[in-house]
């Protein structure tokens, strides 16, 4: 059975880790449209997300662009374990999405290889 891992980027502006998820042995599904994202979570069972935490204050119902992804991988791989990549500008609104969704780690930007590769590391 394989590793599953979804790596979903929204803006970018750092290092692509895909090449270490495959060093790793995950079969990654990389995304950079949301809505592609939840549809990937609906129709696959992940192992880790790894996602990239955005919030714009035009969002009115949502704190932030991965409230839909969290609320599909609750239902559909509720044993996933949930990283999320953020700008420390985003903190106060990070904090309200963690009281909203389960989150195993974050990490604010910049972030390397070996952060991701021991957070992973740490239950899969």
Known sequence: M?????????????????PLFLR?????????????????AKKNQYDVLVAEFSYNP?????????ESLLATLESHSPKV?????????????????????????VFSFPIDEQTIKTAINARV
């Open 58 to 66: 035009e969002f009115r119902d949502r704190v932030s662009n991965i």
């Open 24 to 40: 790793m042995g995950f079969e990654v599904n990389f995304e950079d449209s949301q809505r592609k994202a939840v549809k990937l």
């Open 81 to 105: 374990k949930i990283i999320v990549l953020y700008d420390e500008i985003n903190q106060t609104q990070l904090e309200q999405l963690k009281q909203r969704y389960r989150i195993d780690t």
């Open 2 to 18: 394989h590793k599953r891992l979804l790596f979903f980027v929204d803006e970018g502006g750092f290092d692509d880790f895909t």
